[in-house]
């Protein structure tokens, strides 16, 4: 049975992806993301992103948003760059226009431009220190 758990610290670890990756990812709400971990997945995925759908937050009166699930037993493995990488390759599935959906792999989302972007993250990084 898988259980999930609230990631606060992932989230903070979000916030501030998105914080520092400006103006590329000047369009993600953080108000309309939450991020849980997942425990006792079979799934070999590392993590995964769940866009809720419009007509689920139309029928109920909210935004759409979006969940990010870490696969707890995949993900807290990984050194802190390649945990980074995985939010950033996440992020990269939310379309600008933030209506619930997901960008599929291609020509957004690929390795060159998670690699493009932890560039920039760890560039602007040391400017901020």
Known sequence: MIKYFHAEDVF???????KTLQPEFNYIDLKRIVVVRSVGSKSRALARIHGFPRIYAFAMGIKPFYIIELISERYDKLTEEEKDKVLIHELLHIPRNFEGGLR?????????MVNQLYRKLQERRILEA
Not at 12 to 18: D, L, P, Q
């Open 104 to 112: 599929p792999h291609g020509k957004y989302v690929n390795g060159r």
């Open 12 to 18: 903070e670890r979000i916030r501030k992806i998105v």
